[in-house]
């Protein structure tokens, strides 16, 4: 089955990597731009000899083109930063398949690590067919991922990254084969975030009231390294907060009076 991969980031990259493993026919890159690449050379390494697509440029008509003369029967979007238009998904005869970090109908769009943290959603992994909507298509696969309270947004999403390279492997067979059975979203139920959104938790109002759970789950969410991430406004200046998180087990002090 000829694959053509949208793919960025070490979820990309671990994907790419394992299919060359298997001898998958993938018959193309499509990569951000370099300034919003990530493992770009690692990614290539795996399959060094196919062509390469400009990401950002989706939307032209010679994209499209070069998109049809590789004549691919499907797309894998792993961690793909750019929408697909319907002409686009048009291309592929057993369509477009994405790997997203939320535990769909939660968690469309962006930032599902924040997200189930903020809202205190159920977080997870889901593999599922793209279609004209954001994170919408029916669901092929999914895997949870359990939240803990010493979370951060920066621990989540490391897991959140090694669930998804385990469900797309454990998948991989049955995606090939045509055999997973695709089970539609249901219309009113789960949550969306665009990425725009995440910029309005930042700011922590001092004179605002917040329960404790609330502004711990702001708090811990934006915890990101190297990213600065929640900041308060105080003499004239922004002082950027960071969460650290440690778990010590809840037992009597003998000692105590």
Known sequence: MKVLLF??????????????RQDAEVVGL?????????????????????????GAALRTPEARAAVEAL???????IYFGYLFEPALIS?????????HPGLLPYNRGAYPNVWSLVDQTPAGVTLHQIDAGIDTGPVLAQRPV???????GATLYARLEQAAVRLFQASWPALEAGTLVPKPQPAEAGTYHARRDVKALDEIDLDATYTGRDLLNRLRARTFPPHRGAFIRE????????LHLDAVPDTPNPDAP
């Open 30 to 54: 499509v990569l951000h731009p370099a300034g919003r690449r990530r493992y770009g050379r690692e990614i290539e390494a795996a399959f060094p000899d196919v062509p390469r697509l400009d």
């Open 71 to 77: 004549q691919p029967v499907m797309g894998l979007s």
């Open 91 to 99: 291309c592929f005869p057993r369509g477009l398949v994405n790997l």
């Open 235 to 242: 003499g004239g200046q922004k002082i950027y907060l960071r």
């Open 7 to 20: 793919v960025n980031g070490w979820v990309g990259w671990q994907v790419a990597r394992w299919l060359a």
């Open 146 to 152: 359990p939240t803990h309270p010493t979370d951060t």
